[in-house]
């Protein structure tokens, strides 16, 4: 096993199944592209694995603010890229490796300014790039239905009418410009109880974070990039949090890969010629008990793993993998 080290400094995170990534993903060598910089670990894990360059894309300019000591010890092995990462294509023509940490950052959510936290106060704001439309703004305007979508499309929320109505009476009287008024809201349509594992808003918080960042369909085609920007033999890691982000992955991988799923699980694994990526035999990663204890934040997260062939890029339908479509925010 690849023994993880990194150096301690100050507000430095280590990122979420860091070890099995790097035992999947070696021998670490050429250029990757961090898609997700957050703190930095994949990053900075990266470059000390082996990694003659990274590109490290945040749509969130203070991401790099905050790491901007450590990015200055490392000189031009790492270039850092303000942007989305289904735009690699436009960074870097060609590249051996690719890794999707998905989902918030620490940062973001410790801080309460940025609205993303269900458990503090703050503006109801939840966006990563800071630019846009915020959360305040879907709540406020977007027609009931459409506010009922979201919530289930993108939170599995099964009182999604119900939380929907409450949000309309709601801003009927007053606008809902605060965490905590959202947090009144939900709650009063769930009660919260002891015995519930989850918050009652966690699910419609989450919901609302990637209708505003447009999380899923971003996803989808910082997935096409990777496969059209991966050299034959280059690695696509990707790293997700919850159910949504991780049926998404995992068809993909499934219409891209040379191993077929079959109806019948006793049957023998089907082989597809000339597909982009190859599955390693464990298709699936979770944090093991360890690292769940040192961070239980992690409990929810997956790591799925694939390698690049030479056959051509393939052309994709985004409904194939579920996709949800959400057209009109405001109708």
Same mark, same amino acid.
């Given at each position: 096993? %690849?023994?993880?080290?990194?150096?301690? /400094?100050?507000?430095?995170?280590?990122?979420?199944?860091?070890?099995?990534?790097?035992?999947?993903?070696?021998?670490? !060598?050429? %250029?990757?592209?961090?898609?997700?910089?957050? +703190?930095?670990?994949?990053? @900075?894990?990266?470059?000390?694995?082996?990694?003659?360059?990274?590109?490290?894309?945040?749509?969130?300019?203070?991401?790099?603010?905050?790491?901007?000591?450590?990015?200055?010890?490392?000189? =031009?092995? /790492?270039?850092?890229?303000?942007?989305?990462? !289904? @735009?690699?294509?436009?960074?870097?023509?060609?590249?051996?490796?690719?890794?999707?940490?998905?989902?918030?950052?620490?940062?973001?959510?410790?801080?309460?300014?940025?609205?993303? !936290?269900?458990?503090? =106060?703050?503006?109801? =704001?939840?966006?990563?790039?800071?630019?846009?439309?915020?959360?305040? =703004?879907?709540?406020?305007?977007? !027609?009931?239905?459409?506010?009922? &979508?979201?919530?289930?499309?993108?939170?599995?929320?099964?009182?999604?009418?119900? /939380?929907?109505?409450?949000?309309?009476?709601?801003?009927? @009287?007053?606008?809902?410009? %605060?965490? &905590?008024?959202?947090?009144? /809201?939900?709650?009063?349509?769930?009660?919260?109880?002891?015995?519930?594992?989850?918050?009652?808003?966690?699910?419609?918080?989450?919901?609302?974070?990637?209708?505003?960042?447009?999380?899923?369909?971003?996803? +989808? +085609?910082?997935?096409?990039?990777?496969?059209?920007?991966?050299?034959?033999?280059? @690695?696509?890691a990707v790293i997700t949090f919850h159910s949504i982000e991780d049926r998404l992955v995992k068809h993909f991988f499934q219409q891209h890969s040379c191993q077929a799923s079959n109806a019948n699980r006793y049957a023998p694994e089907m082989v597809k010629p000339n597909a982009p990526f190859c599955l390693g035999k464990i298709k699936l990663i979770s944090p093991d008990s360890r690292e769940v204890a040192i961070n239980p934040r992690c409990r929810s997260a997956k790591l799925r793993f694939g390698i690049r062939t030479d056959a051509p890029a393939t052309n994709f339908d985004f409904q194939s993998i579920n996709v949800p479509k959400i057209e009109e925010l405001f109708q």
């Open positions: 096993m %690849t023994k993880v080290v990194i150096k301690n /400094i100050p507000g430095f995170h280590v990122p979420v199944l860091l070890e099995p990534f790097l035992n999947a993903a070696k021998p670490v !060598s050429g %250029t990757w592209i961090d898609g997700t910089f957050g +703190a930095g670990g994949y990053s @900075k894990a990266l470059l000390e694995a082996g990694a003659d360059y990274v590109i490290a894309i945040d749509r969130d300019a203070t991401a790099f603010k905050i790491a901007k000591d450590w990015l200055a010890t490392v000189g =031009d092995r /790492i270039k850092t890229q303000i942007g989305l990462f !289904s @735009k690699i294509n436009q960074y870097a023509d060609r590249f051996d490796g690719v890794v999707f940490d998905l989902g918030f950052s620490s940062m973001q959510v410790e801080d309460a300014r940025r609205g993303f !936290s269900f458990q503090k =106060d703050g503006p109801l =704001d939840m966006r990563m790039s800071q630019q846009g439309i915020s959360a305040s =703004d879907v709540v406020n305007n977007a !027609s009931e239905a459409n506010l009922s &979508q979201i919530l289930l499309c993108y939170g599995d929320e099964r009182k999604h009418r119900k /939380i929907a109505q409450a949000i309309v009476r709601s801003r009927a @009287k007053k606008p809902i410009v %605060t965490t &905590q008024q959202l947090v009144g /809201i939900i709650t009063a349509c769930l009660p919260f109880k002891g015995s519930r594992r989850k918050h009652p808003a966690t699910r419609s918080f989450q919901a609302l974070r990637i209708a505003v960042n447009d999380e899923v369909r971003e996803l +989808a +085609a910082g997935l096409i990039a990777a496969e059209r920007g991966l050299r034959p033999g280059g @690695k696509l």
